[in-house]
């Protein structure tokens, strides 16, 4: 289907390029006309994954009426997430056999290691899976998964189009970008949000067409919800009514200690969700179990978490099985994405219905709960994302702070739902270590922008915080688990885009493992080659041959004659890959202090077929950093 797509929208780009070249406009003046297909298609999609999500989470937990869910009916609670997790492992094992988890750790992947290459079917099997995991109480959010199913369309739409392979990680940052803002209903944060977590670029060529698409698919999702609930008028799908915006007015210099305390706090919590998915991952990864139980396994396991939190908390402590209303969240609280639980947590009314030391030990378990339900959720294999938890996580970890605040006569200006706003971009800040996007869709979200400054205190310690204790963030130490570099600046944003296919390769000189040395020393004066490739018997790799090497062997010119190849080469030299980047090759040079190293066709390293230079790694570096 997408080849015989890409034989129309092929020639359809060159006739377009030429009318653009007309009026005086290039190549990627083309990139904006796509960024605009691109937002509309994410934004269709987006409201298309949130309704999913919506029915599914509706027929389960709402059909059945309170009193049947949490009365005779509680063994629900286990077997939904346990359903909803074996439903998610029958759709990757068999029908999409695509890795499952949180898969925004999978765009940036792809855009560092594969320049932007994603298989189209993935934004469906997101869908489905994703919209399984939530609506049946997995604890997880639907932004990292619409982050990828954004990169799935757009990676798509260039491939149709036939898009350069150096153009193609602009178009995934544009899926990404109207993703985020189609979901929260932030085009400035979703920009942001892309260009500090995934792209890592904020130059003019990247940032037009990520404004494109996330404006446009702003209006877009705008248009759809008032086409589809023409009564409601629009509504983000994270949707934060204005009359519920916490503290308008009240920020003031006397609060700065507060605020720069909750980014402290806000910072823990934050590498707490770090560590310990790292921690679950590790668990499950070693857990002897097929990968079609395992987020069963971790459905379940939440589900028994549940049934305990609505037994002690709810009908020992309070008499009723819910401290927040079930028409406004059916689930427990730390179930599902738990959206309507902040919502309820950022109301006045929240924190006066109970005895408030009662209130604050409730808000710590949530607390608890929200880390280990997230963590059994993401790190079995279900699908979703870690915003929407991380913003759980700051709302009830500020609100339980405002209130001991409150109750220690330190915050008499603010009330507790105040500290309950700014905690939800503080803790995000701390897990994906992008503050100012953080800030921004919080902005966003809650139409109050009292809360930049504070916001801005808050996520900068938080970030500062979780840095001091782990230099990587949720993204980047899964990254660096898969062995991909990630680092910031320009320049290794180009080594990152670059790979070993665009350095010019020298013939390799090939000697036998068996030959005497003699042999190299004559095949190094005839080709005038200083590094010699060394294979075995069968004509396989073996090692390296160094020039130092060899000079170090002739100190004993006695000893030459004696001597073979394999006594002075090198094995523990690895062979390169054309698809390896060139921050990795790199590493390499430096790591094994040489100044050329084997090169091998990806899925055949036992044959070399040249040597790359140190040299002319970096001037294919200079080259490239001019043009840009």
Not at 73 to 91: E, Y
Not at 115 to 127: D, H, L, P, T
Not at 303 to 317: M, N, R, S, T
Request: net charge positive.
């Amino acid at each position: 289907m997408l080849r015989w797509l890409s034989a129309i929208g092929g020639p359809l780009r060159l006739l377009t390029h030429r009318l653009l070249a007309r009026f005086g406009l290039g190549e990627e003046s083309f990139l904006l006309i796509l960024a605009f297909l691109i937002g509309v298609v994410t934004a269709a999609a987006a409201v298309a994954f949130h309704e999913l999500i919506k029915h599914i989470r509706e027929l389960l937990y709402a059909s059945g009426g309170q009193g049947f869910l949490y009365g005779r009916g509680m063994w629900l609670l286990v077997f939904l997430p346990a359903l909803g997790g074996l439903c998610v492992g029958l759709l990757s094992q068999y029908v999409f056999r695509e890795r499952e988890g949180h898969g925004m750790v999978d765009v940036i992947e792809s855009v560092m290691r594969s320049g932007g290459v994603i298989r189209a079917r993935s934004a469906i099997e997101k869908i489905l899976t994703s919209a399984v995991t939530i609506g049946s109480g997995g604890s997880a959010g639907a932004e990292g998964p619409i982050v990828q199913i954004g990169a799935g369309i757009a990676s798509g739409i260039g491939r149709v189009f036939n898009v350069a392979k150096a153009q193609m990680p602009v178009l995934i940052g544009c899926g990404s970008a109207a993703g985020i803002s189609a979901i929260f209903n932030s085009p400035i944060g979703g920009l942001l949000f892309t260009l500090e977590v995934i792209l890592r670029d904020f130059s003019i060529r990247t940032l037009t067409p990520l404004v494109i698409a996330s404006v446009i698919a702003n209006f877009a999702t705008r248009s759809i919800f008032a086409w589809l609930f023409p009564d409601e008028g629009y509504r983000a799908i994270f949707n934060m009514p204005l009359q519920q915006s916490a503290g308008a007015g009240g920020y003031t210099l006397n609060n700065v200690g507060n605020f720069l305390l909750l980014g402290v706090v806000c910072g823990v919590v934050g590498v707490a969700l770090t560590r310990l998915m790292f921690a679950s991952e590790k668990f499950f990864g070693r857990l002897k179990a097929s990968k079609l139980i395992k987020p069963a396994l971790g459905g379940a396991m939440l589900g028994v978490i549940g049934v305990f939190y609505v037994l002690v908390f709810g009908k020992l402590l309070l008499n009723r099985p819910k401290f927040i209303p079930f028409e406004q969240y059916s689930m427990p609280a730390f179930f599902g994405d738990g959206y309507g639980a902040v919502k309820a947590m950022l109301s006045p009314g929240f924190y006066g219905q109970m005895e408030w030391g009662w209130l604050v030990i409730i808000l710590l378990c949530l607390v608890f709960a929200k880390l280990v339900g997230t963590c059994l959720t993401l790190s079995s294999g279900g699908a979703g994302g870690i915003i929407a938890p991380s913003l759980f996580l700051g709302a009830v970890a500020g609100g339980a702070l405002g209130m001991l605040l409150q109750h220690a006569g330190v915050s008499s200006t603010l009330p507790p739902e105040a500290y309950a706003l700014v905690g939800m971009g503080a803790v995000l800040a701390a897990v994906v270590h992008a503050p100012l996007a953080a800030v921004l869709i919080l902005v966003d979200v809650t139409g109050n922008y009292n809360v930049i400054l504070p916001g801005m205190l808050a996520t900068i310690v938080a970030t500062g915080i979780a840095r001091s204790i782990s230099r990587d963030s949720i993204y980047t130490l899964s990254l660096r688990l898969r062995g991909v570099r990630v680092g910031t600046g320009n320049d290794l944003t180009l080594l990152r885009r670059m790979t070993l296919e665009q350095i010019d390769l020298e013939p390799a000189t090939v000697v036998r493992i068996g030959d005497p040395l003699e042999r190299a020393l004559e095949l190094t004066l005839a080709t005038g080659a200083n590094d010699l490739v060394v294979n075995d018997e069968r004509g396989n790799y073996a090692g390296m041959l160094t020039g130092d090497d060899v000079k170090a062997a002739l100190w004993d010119r006695e000893a030459v004659p004696l001597l073979l190849v394999s006594e002075v080469m090198r094995a523990s030299i690895p062979v390169l890959r054309t698809s390896d980047d060139l921050a990795t090759v790199l590493d390499q040079f430096s790591a094994h202090d040489v100044s050329r190293l084997p090169v091998a066709l990806p899925g055949n390293s036992a044959h070399v077929i040249g040597v790359a230079s140190r040299a002319a790694l970096m001037r294919r570096y200079q080259r490239e950093l001019a043009a840009t």
